[in-house]
């Protein structure tokens, strides 16, 4: 039977805050020995990003895929109906008898993320968004983001300067999304 056992990729779906619960509790259940030798690793994916809070540039774990951990297993129907009945799973992901395992081009881009050294930024503005510019020389300035340039970790915004209309390029940590709380925008009716 050891011949036959083949383990692969599986996605558990949990409910969303208990993903470390539910891997605490898997691989304890491995620890004593619940699943024989079927279960070789237990995983909730996480990468380093990059999140500005009020202009404070702050590097953050943050869960790839909040809701789900990632199970490394020979499946069997045993550990399959042991597994689902964990407080906080809900299930795996695929039909209810036959849950799909993750194919070897996708584990790879999780673990590839994984393990990325450069930080991913985390950005609450998109494109056509209203944003300020908090240091640099346009340091208090309001304009529109007119684009997004990932690779190089820039923004281009549209601002006024001296009564005219100018793009900026400014890094993506020197804007942070603007709303203006009580305070009334005048002129901005362009």
Do not use: C
């Not at 599986?10 to 470390?20: D, K, N, Q, T, W």
């Not at 620890?31 to 990468?47: M, N, S």
């Not at 983001?145 to 001296?162: N, P, Y």
């Amino acid at each position: 039977m050891d011949g036959l056992r083949h383990s692969r990729w599986y996605v558990l779906h949990a409910l969303s805050g208990y993903e470390e619960k539910v891997s605490q509790t898997l691989k304890h259940m491995r620890a004593l020995g619940k699943f024989g030798e079927d279960v070789d690793e237990i995983l909730v994916p996480y990468e380093t990003k990059v999140e500005t809070v009020k202009g404070k540039k702050k590097t953050v774990q943050k869960k790839m895929y909040p809701g789900y951990v990632l199970v490394k297993m020979n499946l069997t129907n045993s550990n399959r109906h042991s597994i689902r009945q964990i407080q906080g799973v809900i299930g795996f992901i695929g039909s209810a008898d036959a849950p799909q395992p993750l194919t070897d081009p996708e584990i790879n881009a999780i673990f590839s993320r994984m393990s990325q050294e450069e930080p991913e930024v985390e950005m609450d503005y998109v494109v056509g968004d209203t944003v300020k510019v908090i240091r640099g020389p346009f340091s208090d300035a309001i304009g529109k983001v007119k684009e997004i340039e990932m690779e190089r970790r820039k923004v281009r915004i549209m601002i006024s300067v001296f009564g005219r209309d100018t793009q900026v390029e400014l890094d993506f940590e020197d804007v942070e999304p603007y709303e203006p709380d009580a305070q009334q925008s005048s002129g901005e009716a362009k």
